[in-house]
C-alpha cells in the first residue's frame, strides 16, 4: 500500500508563489503517472496537472503558464511550482499517484 504525503500549502497574498511537495513511500513510484488535483467545498476534484514518467506534463487550461509540475524519481517526490496565484486557486490540492493512490491533501488559502 502506497502512502502519500503532500506540504508546502499554506496562506499567500494574490500574486505570490507556493511551491507544493509530494513525497510517495515504496519503490513504485517511477513507474506512475504524478498528478495534482485540487477540491473546493461542494465540487469534485479537478485535475490541475500530471506528469507522465517520461516526464509528458499536461495541465488545466485555469493553470497553464502559472504553474509547472516536475519530478523527481530518486527522491520519490513530485512537486508543483504555483506562480501568480489567483483566490479561484484557493483549493486543498491532493496529489495522486498512479490514478490510485491518493495523498491527504494540503489546504492552499490566495487571499490578501
Known amino acids: 500500500q502506497a502512502q502519500l504525503a503532500e506540504s508546502g500549502g499554506g496562506l499567500v497574498q494574490p500574486g505570490g508563489s507556493l511551491r507544493l511537495s509530494c513525497a510517495a513511500s515504496?519503490?513504485?513510484?517511477?513507474?506512475?503517472?504524478m498528478g495534482w488535483y485540487r477540491q473546493t467545498p461542494g465540487n469534485e476534484r479537478e485535475l490541475v496537472a500530471e506528469?507522465?514518467?517520461?516526464?509528458?506534463?499536461n495541465y488545466a487550461d485555469s493553470v497553464k503558464g502559472r504553474f509547472t509540475i516536475s519530478r523527481d524519481n530518486a527522491k520519490n517526490t513530485v512537486y508543483l511550482q504555483m506562480n501568480s496565484l489567483k483566490p479561484e486557486d484557493t483549493a486543498v490540492y491532493y496529489c495522486l499517484m498512479g490514478y490510485r493512490y491518493w495523498g491527504r491533501g494540503t489546504q492552499v488559502t490566495v487571499s490578501s
Open positions: 506528469i507522465t514518467t517520461g516526464g509528458s506534463t
Open positions: 515504496g519503490r513504485l513510484f517511477s513507474i506512475y503517472t
